[in-house]
């Protein structure tokens, strides 16, 4: 669970979620949605592909 993690953690996910978001680093093939809450990004995207993906 996101409440679960640690500060550091925490601030990964903040850090891949922005990356996600950033349109132009990625050329996805279908809309990717853009995250604005770090818990509903770490359920939704980092615990369903993995941190290696994000």
Do not use: I
């Amino acid at each position: 669970m996101y409440e679960e993690l640690t500060p550091a953690e925490k601030e990964d996910v903040k850090q891949a979620m922005c990356r996600w978001n950033d349109k132009t680093r990625f050329n996805f093939p279908v809309e990717q949605p853009c995250y604005s809450r770090p818990d509903l990004f770490y359920h939704q995207v980092v615990k369903k592909y993995g941190w290696g993906r994000v």
